[in-house]
């Protein structure tokens, strides 16, 4: 069982900068693709940002393309967020999400990931 743990939530102002981070699964960390989801209650899980197992070449939504940027350390055995430029709506639960390999033209979907950090919320404040 793979444990992944996400930290870095909480309330910021519209314009503002928050850092999530999501601790993976060790020794074995650079096999996995890494990728955040966020849903609120009125909407489906939502993709947001992916970087694959083998390949450093970031994948944007459009709606954060620009202001979020999806990191890893291996070293640290973390992944994070960053997110710039807040705005109320990135209003969500955050959820960081790995499969092993590379999950092809699906990586935008929640069915193909295996591992699930706990979720962490973000307010954004107008």
């Known amino acids: 069982q793979v444990h992944v743990v996400e930290s870095g939530g909480g309330l910021a102002q519209a314009g503002g900068s928050l850092r999530l981070s999501c601790a993976g699964p060790g020794r074995i960390f650079s096999l996995y693709t890494v990728t955040w989801f966020r849903q609120t209650p009125e909407k489906e899980r939502e993709f947001v940002a992916t970087l694959r197992h083998d390949k450093e070449v970031p994948v944007y939504a459009d709606s954060v393309k620009g202001r979020f940027t999806i990191s890893r350390n291996h070293a640290e055995e973390t992944f994070y967020l960053q997110m710039n430029s807040l705005k109320p709506e990135d209003t969500a639960e955050y959820y960081c999400?790995?499969?092993?390999?590379?999950?092809?033209?699906?990586?935008?979907?929640?069915?193909?990931?295996?591992?699930w950090g706990q979720g962490t919320q973000v307010t954004v404040s107008s």
């Open positions: 999400a790995l499969v092993s390999g590379d999950p092809g033209i699906n990586y935008d979907r929640a069915y193909v990931y295996d591992y």
